[in-house]
Structure formats: structure tokens, C-alpha cells
């Protein structure tokens, strides 16, 4: 049995989720703590000659993670962890018993959110002491020691990872000279992959480029540039967000073989409907040309039409793409051209290469554009994120966290037939339609909702759900074609003070969404799947001043559709009883 000192410098899995729930809250990055222990700061005392002691780290920590109080047990084990005698040899600890503050900060500057270029010149000038510019090779392997430990603390299997990183610090240093230059230090990571993604890499910078990110396997999964299998206990390797072309870390650096293209370079490719194929691991798969089952990585995959074939039966016999059971969703490459900047000025459509992009509709599809709050529902939004993006066409799905609604509403505003999908909670639907309003689009899309927030009071009375629990993404789809349109009302608010000159707050908000939900959190069994409930409750309501209280069922599944009489926006709407303006009464019923 391991003795308290055998563990101390350990980290348990239920640390590191308490730690991770910390972060998630905290808005203060480590270089605006960092200042605090610098002279002149408020901090300066616990900093002696570049460590801090069990209260210093305490006190970073109460700062960084901005929280009045830490758990202490947690605290002790953070300090034993950066003194791990393992990871660190003895005689580059601090003599006075504590840890080094540019370790702690290295550490939680590669977990925290940021661009991997400011991540890695920061990292540099935390190493680089006297200021001369050179890091030497015991420096860099302190940095290279807290990145593992990032990547310990997300879940990788790191057996893989220190290899690559040796690799890359000796591949930059190319004179010799047992020193790096900011300049080598910057290059080698933006050219590593795994450290891109480690660093939190999420844009492409050109297309045809893989958003990766670290994954665990849960069955023999094989690498598709070396062909050999992952292994290992952690997350093994690089998944493709977009394609699920999967690789290991060391491979990912060899020039692994593109993603699908999301747009066309030349207007003569435009409406030109061709498979994009993927190598990918179709194991026990059939092909769809030859009707054989498909061995570990002998196949490939359409990204957008999901057939797939083993390699020499791609060119049998082969057809266009019709982006298959997700055609009406998709927004295809063959439907988004390059233009030049004469003929678009906007700057809400450019790409990170600079390209500039315009849709060509699809006669008889609705595409879809996604819009996916990350920060609502947890970690569920990011998840909701990524399959989209590997769903659809990544063009169509924005990370409103980054640049929020305005760039996909610029880019669809010449499309006539498509829908929108706001993944979020009520402040998220609130948010989309303040947006269209300032954006005058030619037509006013249909918008369905992915609850994911923690107030999804319109979810519920368009039938979508109090919550998102994890149900195929592929049957919210089919729910938002099989959808009805119901119409609600948006009041603007004007308000005028007696007193004119009298100072007040301001109003914060000039419309409202005019919808009605009062009553039980009740749930139905009819739709026990998107629900998640399992019996349903009866009341009597009065929904209708004009008549009698009626029955109200949440099993009931007759559609009456009442509109109201002033139309601003169409919302898709679920099959379902509603009453006069009021689609549902109860959280999670409908009156009938």
C-alpha cells in the first residue's frame, strides 16, 4: 500500500476535473497574475529569487482562478506536484524548498485559452532569465517538462508526446549550438503538430487542413499514415475533427494526406458534384459498389455522402455525390466559390489564407446554418461543436464564442431557402435574433433550437426540450426537416422617464420575445427519447380567457396550430398542441 509520501506529488484524476472547473470560471490570464509577484506588485513579497512557497502558490491560485478561498488538500498537492523529484532533477529545485514560479505559470499558460504563437513566445520569455534572447537545452527541457504535464493533465498518452518534443528542439536548434533563438523556438512549434494541438490550436489557417485534436480509442483504431495500430491507455492520438482521419502524434509531423476541401477554388468546379474521399478505418464495412466487407484501412469514406468503398472500387462505376440522408442540411463545396475583393469588399467572409466566399444555393435543399454556444450546457456545447463540424460542412457551423453570429449571417444573407439552428439557451436565442435584426437579411430564416443552456424556456414551448441529452445529432436533424413553422411575436419597448434629466441605469434590453411558459416541469413519454422523462402530468389550465378550462396532457399528439396576428420571426416548431400565441403553457407540455 503507497505511503502519504509516495503520493504526495501526484495528482488525482477527480484533482485534475476540480482543477479543469476552476479554470472554466476564471476570465484572468497568467500573465495578469504574473504581474502581482513581480516588484511593485501586491505579491512581490512571496516571490524570492523566481520561487513562491505553499502560500505563494496558494495565493496565485486564489488570483489566477479568481475564488476567495482554495481547498488547501488540493493546493498541498499542486505544490508537491511541481516538486516531483521524477520529473525535475534535485539540483534545479529551489533552495529554499519551494517551486518556480515560470514552472507554474508554463504549466497553466498551456492549459488556458489562447493562440499557440502568444502561448509560445510567452513560455520563451519565461525561461529566458537574463533577457539575452537564447534559451539552452536545460530550459527547454523545463518547458518541455511542464507541456507533458499539460498534456498528463488532458488525458494523453504522453509516452508518444516526449519523443516528438525532443524531436522538434532538436530539429530547431540547426547551427548546433545547444541554444534557441525566439525566432527557431517559434517556427518549431508552429510547425509541430501535436504541440499545435496540445497549445489549443482550433482554426484552420488555410483549407484542406485537419482540425486535430487528441482522442481515446476504444477499439483497434489504426494510423493512416504508417498503418500501424494506436496504442496505449490515455488518448493514443490525432483525430480529424472534420474527416476522423486518425493519426499518430509522431506521424501527424509526415505529411499526412489533406481534409476535404470546404469550397471550390474556380467557379468551373461550382455545382460539380464529386466524392471527396477520406482514408479512413472502415473495418467490417461494406462496400457500397462491390458489396464486400472492407478491411482496417483497404477503404474510403465520402465526407459528405458518408458511401464507402475499398480503394480499387472508388473509380467503379462511380457517381456524383448527393451528400446523402443529410442532403437537405448540408452546404456542399461545390456550392461555395472564391472571389476576388473587388467583387465583395465585406470583410466578414474572408478566410485565415484570405480567400473570400460566396453560396451558390442547391435547387431544393435548405441548408442549415449552425450557430453553437461552447460555454452553454458545460462541455456539452464543444461536443456539440465538433460533431457538426464533421456532420456538415464546417463553413456552415460558428463558434459564436469567436466573432458571434454576425460573419454566418453575412455569409448566407443571399440565400432565399435555408434554417437556422441556434445551439444554446434562451440568452442564445435572444442573442441570434438581435443579430438578424441588425444584419436587414433579404428573408427572415426559420430557427430551431439545440437546448443546451440552463434556461430553455422556449425551447420547451416549441417542443424542443428542456435540455440536450446526448441524442443523436442525425434525429435532431430529421426532427428540424419534419418541423412546422409557428409565428411569434417581438414587441419593442420604448421608455420614456418623468424626469428626463434624472440619471438612471439604462435599459438593457428594447424587444421582447413574446412567449408564455408557466406551470410544472413536466415531460412526455411520446417523446421519451428527447425527453428523457418517464411518466407525464395532467392539470387543468384555463388557456383561453374566452373559454373554459380544457385538459392539457403532455402525451396528447394532435397538432392544432394557432398563429398570431403580427409576424416577425418563424421559428421551427415540433408537431404539437398549442393554444392562441402560446405554443406551450407548462415548461415541457402543450395545451390542446
Known sequence: MASVEDTEGTLTPVDFIQLQQYMEYSSLSVKDVIKEFLPGGRLAQYNTGGSIDAVGLYLFLKAYLEVNDFPPDLCKRLFYYFQDQDAIAKSNLPKDGGVFLRDVSCYFSVLE????????????????????????????????????????????????????????MTAIDVDDSGTVTLD????????????????????????????????HFNKPTYCGVCENMLLGLGKQGLCCTCCKYTVHNQCANKNPEPCAPTFVKSKHEIGVAAHDWIRTDCNSTKCQSCHKKVKHLSGRQCVWCQEMRHDECIYSGLTTCDCGLLKD????????????RDEDTSLLNVTPDGHILQIVPVPGTHPLLVFVNPKSGGKQGEKVLRKFQYMLNPRQVYNLSTGGPAPGLHFFRNLQEYRILACGGDGTVGWLLDAID????????????LPLGTGNDLARCLRWGGGYEGADLKDILKDIEASELVQMDRWSIQVIPNDT???????????????????????????????????ATSMHYPHNSQE????????????????????????????AVVGPNTPSVFPQTNAG
Open 329 to 340: 442540411h448540408i452546404l456542399p463545396p461545390w456550392a461555395i466559390y472564391a472571389i476576388s
Open 438 to 449: 441588425r444584419e436587414s437579411l433579404k428573408v427572415r430564416p426559420p430557427i430551431a433550437i
Open 501 to 535: 434629466q434624472e440619471a438612471g441605469d439604462p435599459v438593457p434590453y428594447e424587444l421582447i420575445n413574446n412567449y408564455f411558459s408557466v406551470g410544472v416541469n413536466n415531460k412526455s413519454p411520446a417523446h421519451a427519447d428527447r425527453w428523457g422523462a418517464l411518466d
Open 548 to 575: 373554459p378550462s380544457e385538459h392539457v396532457d403532455g402525451s396528447t399528439s394532435k397538432t392544432n396550430r394557432l398563429l398570431s396576428s403580427e409576424i416577425d420571426w418563424l421559428l421551427c416548431f415540433l408537431p
Open 113 to 168: 485559452e489562447g493562440q499557440p504563437r502568444e502561448k509560445l513566445e510567452f513560455t520563451f520569455k519565461l525561461y529566458d532569465k537574463d533577457g539575452n534572447g537564447l534559451l539552452d537545452s536545460s530550459e527547454v527541457d523545463r518547458i518541455i517538462i511542464q507541456m507533458m504535464r499539460a498534456a498528463n493533465y488532458l488525458g494523453w498518452d504522453i509516452t508518444e508526446l516526449k519523443p516528438v518534443l525532443k524531436d522538434m
Open 184 to 215: 527557431e523556438w517559434v517556427k518549431g512549434g508552429m510547425n509541430n503538430v501535436p504541440l499545435l494541438v496540445l497549445l489549443g490550436l482550433k482554426v484552420t489557417e488555410r483549407d484542406g487542413q485537419h482540425i486535430w485534436r487528441m482522442k
